[in-house]
């Protein structure tokens, strides 16, 4: 029997030293290379390597292959997906960054969506919150303080799943 799951990684970038930058890079393609040597800005850069290189991890780690073995190609709109090796295809996986965080998402039932959030980031987070949620929690959202409201709308609290 084969059982489906998703599994989620973080990386807080503000603990990283030169040894993992260099690790990560160590691991990515000449093309993710290229990349981010493209990159000006240092943070944008390393923040690249990492999430690249965080997610050749752990999509070898639920294949069981090398993180070097594992290719890419890209859709029309530019999001990669796997073509090997073959244990490695049938997963789906996502990847995120934001301020001092990088994640993945590597899932072995389907399509995965993912995203990590700087929650102190000052973003009129309605227009998303009118997509992903219910009326009901919207009303519970807007029951709170602004501050409240930003730290809750990133959070999975039951509260928000009650009825008011």
């Given amino acids: 029997m084969v059982f489906a799951c998703t599994n989620i990684w973080l990386l807080d970038t503000t603990r990283i030293s030169e040894s993992h930058i260099g690790a990560a890079a160590e691991t990515l393609s000449p093309e993710e290379l290229a990349r981010a040597l493209r990159f000006h800005c240092e ?9 690249h290189g965080l997610a050749r991890l752990a999509l070898a ?7 070097g073995e594992i290719e890419f190609e890209a859709e029309p709109n530019g999001r990669p997906y796997l073509v090997g090796p073959s244990p490695a295809v049938m997963l789906s996986f996502n ?8 994640g993945v998402a590597v899932s072995s039932s389907g399509p995965v969506g993912f995203d990590v959030e700087y929650v102190d980031r000052a973003t009129d987070n309605s227009e998303i919150a009118r997509d992903v949620f219910t009326e009901r929690e919207i009303d519970a959202l807007h029951a709170l303080n602004i501050e409240e409201r930003r730290h ?7 509260a928000l799943n009650k009825a008011p």
């Fill in 61 to 67: 780690k639920v294949a069981n292959c090398a993180a």
């Fill in 152 to 158: 809750r709308f990133v959070q999975c609290k039951p």
């Fill in 95 to 102: 990847l995120s960054h934001t301020k001092d965080c990088v």
């Fill in 43 to 51: 943070k944008d850069r390393t923040s690249y390597l990492m999430a």
